[in-house]
């Protein structure tokens, strides 16, 4: 009797076309991540800060790995970005590259690292050579336009972060939500088209409002990255140990918990701490073996030398 043959399932991914034959994993480009406000990919992004948050994005399929200035708070228990540094980020960066190799790594320029022209330049430079990230992120729109265009012009590849920008929270007086009034969103309305005048391939929106991010994205050709700006954005970023459950200091309102990582480890290493003082670990599993030959005479050995 004939038979049908079913067609075997195919992994759930993303974009099937992002892996190759050989099963490695092709990093996205930027005409790929302009091209997704178009085509109506939804990009996702994610704040790597050290190798193994890379690994764990490649393994993920995440399309950019964002290199965050976060990593000041996460990776080094600072209050706030603003300690972050160029030597700091490009560091990281380093590592983030070497655990993500196949994946587009965006990183975030650092506090006062682009508030000149030259200085920017210098800056992003570094990043790109040493790091070897695939494109640069400082904040600002309207204000920081020249500076955008400069990079875009000596052939880097730029974006933008507007709403609540991390690096102007002492003018904001914290961590507050932009945008609630019209006025307001107005001039986040002008800083996006800014970026976009300025060349920037994509911008994220932080901390704004869902319905202001969206008619602003709306009136972009660019792709827009939310976080804590909605579902209707283009793609969205949480920070890797947000989402995990790792960092634990506080939780923003926009973030989700998709694991306790912190739980669990904590778990594990209380285990530990009760299996050491129980004198139950390390087992017979967990402990390396000698030849009883050797051992034997090994032990005749010691036994004459105390005797000497």
Known sequence: MATTETAPAKPAQAKPEANKADGKREKRTITEIRE??????????????????????????????????????IAHGHRNTITATMDMMVMHGQAVRRGAPNTFVLGCMPYQSYNTVDRALINATRFMQESLCDAVKPQGGKSQAHILRALVDAGIPTASHIGLT?????????????????????????????????GCFMLEFEAVPAKIARLISEQLT???????????????????????????????????????????????????????????????????????????????????????
């Open 36 to 73: 997704s406000k178009r085509t109506g990919e939804k990009m996702v992004y994610m704040s790597v800060p050290d190798y193994t948050s890379a690994q764990w994005a490649e393994m993920a399929g995440v399309d950019v790995a964002v290199l965050g200035d976060s990593l000041a708070m």
């Open 222 to 308: 660019i792709p827009t990255i939310g976080i804590g700006a909605g579902v209707d954005c283009d793609g969205q970023i949480l920070l890797c140990y947000d989402l995990l459950g790792v960092f634990t200091d506080f939780k923003p309102k926009f973030t989700k918990r998709y694991a306790k990582l912190t739980e669990v480890a904590i778990g594990g290493i209380m285990q530990y701490v009760k299996e050491v003082k129980e004198g139950t670990f390390p087992d017979d599993d967990h402990s390396y073996t000698v030849n009883e030959a050797e051992y034997e005479k090994f032990a005749a050995m010691v036994a004459k030398r105390r005797q000497v």
């Open 166 to 198: 991390p690096h102007a929270i002492a003018i904001f007086g914290g961590f507050k939500i932009q945008g609630r009034t019209a006025e307001a969103a107005m001039k986040i309305l002008e800083d996006a088209l800014a970026i976009e005048d300025a």
